[in-house]
């Protein structure tokens, strides 16, 4: 036998139970395991904040300073590395030092756009977002929950979401970030060294950002507040040698700034930003918000989220250090008003404040909730209850916060969309100024904007200024922003409300002799075009208009004598659209679909930034232009028609494309037909712009432009009802505003009166016809056909169009009812029902030979773009007329009794011969009219040149015949004589 102890059965291990589904049983919940969730929601919570800051920052690059940076880089990349000492990219600060304390972010920004072009700029902020709020989200105290840091780091986000930008600005927030982290780090380890890293840490951010005077700031300000506390009994450092390491670390950041190219230059740095740039900012560009103070209300308007997020961080924060005043840290009383002081002067600063009150609020508030609190964890239901859901509710808020940023609801103004890449309206825009100035006579054009010159940077131009305020800033007798703001009131005062004198035409052409300068950019890309400059600059005797783009136009001056110059003038001159009737343009396919309402999800829900395309933006220049260039403007308006066009080929749903549209065909209506719809020309461009316009407010139902002008329209056509919609539209629009402006309140009160005159007087006028309607005969009003004609004739359209309403099958009404049912829905605005009912009742036509169904046919085709079918149509009607007409006089031609009570043969040819020879020749000619302009406004020159001839070859004495005449000198360059045959006045001279 073994002399081994025998084993106990009690001694067993005992396997756990399994229950009879074979998964072990529940097993108890102690506070350990709710400790363990807790940490692991901290942990979720934490990374949660930093892809928040993360996908925050995953936008299109849409900021055009970002530009200059990268070609900055670039500049340096290819010469030394090292910052010039004067500025390279302007003709006017040449001589001037060029201060560039970001030139190694510069340099860095264009590594990562030559690495993956503007996708790999936006990757590259999107990962510095994420590293400065990774140090934000893990600076909280050793051994407690992070939970309330999270909550606080997620509302840093939202105030720093607007400076997560390719610029040197995103460093500001990793250098306050890595400071603040580094410094508390070593406050809550009394054995860390890492303190000594904030010196390198500011020596690279000198380098990086002109921002840097921020670190050595922040940590000064907590040296004092240490030194406070000190005297007060309160040290916030545990020692006098720590105390001394302390501000040898803060000297030596003060001391690490001067290790960059510029060496003081970075001390001086906040004199300059707050004594030169955003003076200058507010000065020449009030519209933007960076330069505003938090006083004005423009920044609480216009970026509410942003600003109510640092708002409450920082009363946040100070309450913070009111409850924890037992265990206050005076350095971070200082920081907190410190931080203050910036963000009040400037918005721009706002970010960089609410991240230092973020970390104050939370190591205050978890200083606070360790001295308060047990900070045991138990299973106690309410405790469950907080601790879990709690963090769920966090975390759903966080996913919340990410989901609204995503569709838009929490995007600041002017920031980029989410995604990666080149936002497309500035990629239009550089595309825009790399067309107008391609082959240019020098590179030194003069721009109204600060944008507009760091676009020209990028395409390779020099502006006369850019967004490097500061470089250009200066005392007023030396400051070129002094002197551009001077030469834009002298270019345009249009723009003041003042008139141009002889002293603003000198001092314009003097400054530009001083510079060389031969021609200027107006801006009219973007939300507020300055049409007004672009309109003095085409009335002025001493500039000459060459070339238009969707973001710029290019205006030459004409009054220099140099002989290079006049050649350029020459070879480059506008034409107004009249390439239009000489180009041969390629056929659109039809659009994919109809324009459609925005659902509950796009209202309500997905923010879409209803930005037109390139093609669309330049069709709204040429509409402006057409709408001031009176005779000159045929050419310009079916250019616009065109690129319009071209627009909603892409995006059917293009709001803008509609409404050019409709702007366009108003304007051609002007043209042809000054503006009367009671001709056949006349209806048919109102018809083409109704159509438009309404498609238009189904895309964008909101719009008062739309409104207004199909008001107008239907004012013009005297249908009173559809007038009456519209009016009562706009002011409902108007109703709702929210001015705060006291001028543009009072015009808004002086619009309102004026809609509601309007729909007095309509509703008057409509109740009038109301009370003729009941006077009819009884038998008459029993009839809703010519009920429908009576309200018709009267300017009531959309009642007509009620009592027309199908009972059942649409197809068994009769064609002339559904042909003029087709007709209202145009005029109503349903084009996609007018559409349907107009390819039915072609189908109709063939069955119960009704030959009226081209025309709504017709012109429903051509709302939808198919121009090939819509002028096949009319022109196949003309060749049936024709053929009807032979037809007629040939059967005539043969001899036959009619009997006593007919006509003798000879006599029965009289009729049709008429019908062929005078009445076939009108009716045929005015539809091959129709179908020249179809083809012209499809750009088929060659066929409108061909039908154009046709209508004076069929009917010589056209009504139309001055404006066949005008399109065929435009397409062929070949005089016709406007006046009609039967109008000339023979004259003879005798022999003297």
Sequence with gaps: MSDATPVKPTDLPVPPTVSTEGLPEYEPLTPELVEDEAIRGDFVMKWAVILLAVLLGCTVI????????????????????????????????????????????????????????????????????????????????????????????????????????????????????????????WLWNASSSQVWMLIPVCVAWSNLDNHAWWGPFLLLLYGCGEYLGQCVGRPGVDSPQRRTTLWMVIGG???????????????????????????????????????????????????????????????????????????????????FFGAAVPAILAVHEVAAAAIVFCIVATVNGQAWYAATSTRQYSTETRALMFSRGGRAVTVLVLFSLALLFTVGRLRPVGTGTVGLGLDPELDGSIKSYETVLKDSIDDRPFNFRMEQGDLLIWVGQKPFIDQRLDLYAGPPETSLLTLFQRLRVALSPKQQGLRQSAEDVKFWKQEFQRFNITHCLPRIGGNNPDYKTFDDLLRSRDWQFCRLGSATAVFYRNDLPTPELKAFLAKNQY????????????????????????????????????????????????????????????????????????????????????????????????????????????????????????????????????????????????????????VTAFYDWLSALDMRDPTVENAQIQQIERAGQEMDRISKYLLQVEAEAKKLPKEVQAQPFQMAMFYYRNGMAQKALELLQPADDVVSQPPQIMALRSELLMEAGRVEEAYELAGQLEGLSQQVQFQDWQRPRVLTLLANAEYTLAAQLWTRQAQDEELKGAAGVLRSLIPRNFGAMGKPWPLTLTEPAIQYFYTTPISTSNLNLFAALVYLEAGQVKRATEYFRLVLTQNPNHAERALVAFYIEKLTGQWVDYVPPADRVPIEFSPE
């Design 253 to 335: 950041c003060w001391l690490g700034m001067l290790v960059n190219p510029f060496l003081w230059h970075s001390w001086l740095a906040p004199f300059a930003q707050f004594g030169t740039f955003y003076p200058a900012m507010a000065a020449y560009a009030p519209m933007y918000l960076e330069s505003r103070t938090l006083t004005t209300a423009a920044p609480w308007i216009m970026q509410p989220v942003v600003m109510a997020s640092a708002a409450v961080l920082f009363l946040t924060a100070g309450v913070l250090l009111v409850i924890n005043r037992k265990r206050l840290d005076f350095g971070h009383v200082l920081m």
């Design 62 to 185: 849409a900021e055009t300073s970002t530009l200059v940076h990268v070609k900055t880089g670039q500049y340096l990349a290819g010469h030394g590395f090292l910052p010039p000492a004067k500025d390279v990219f302007s003709y006017t600060a040449v001589d001037r030092p060029w201060i560039n304390l970001s030139w190694l972010f510069d340099l860095i920004s264009s590594v990562a756009f030559g690495l993956g072009s503007f996708v790999g700029l936006s990757v590259f902020k999107a990962l510095l977002a994420g590293v400065a709020f990774g140090l934000v989200a893990h600076t909280s105290r050793p051994g407690i929950s992070t939970w309330w840091g999270s909550i606080c780091a997620a509302l840093a986000v939202l105030a720093a979401q607007p400076r997560f930008t390719a610029q040197p600005e995103v460093v500001t927030l990793i250098g306050i970030a890595a400071c603040l982290w580094l410094l508390h780090r």
């Design 575 to 726: 034409d107004f659209g009249d390439a239009v009737f000489k180009t041969e343009a390629d056929l659109l396919p039809p659009r994919a679909g109809w324009a459609q309402l925005p659902t509950f999800y796009q209202r309500y829900i997905w923010k879409t930034n209803a930005r037109p395309s390139p093609e669309v933006r330049e069709a709204r220049h040429l509409i402006s232009l057409a709408s001031i260039a009176g005779a000159r403007g045929f050419g310009l308006a079916y250019q616009a028609i065109r690129r319009a066009q071209e627009g909603l080929s892409k995006n059917q749903n293009d709001a803008a494309a509609y409404q050019v549209l409709g702007q366009a065909y108003l304007t051609l209506l002007n043209l042809e037909s000054q503006g009367r719809t009671d001709t056949e020309l006349g209806q048919f461009r109102y018809l083409q712009a109704v159509q438009a316009l309404n498609l238009g407010l189904i895309a964008s139902p909101d719009n008062p432009d739309v409104h207004q002008l199909l008001f107008q329209l239907y004012s013009t056509s005297k249908r009173a009802d559809l007038a009456l919609r519209e």
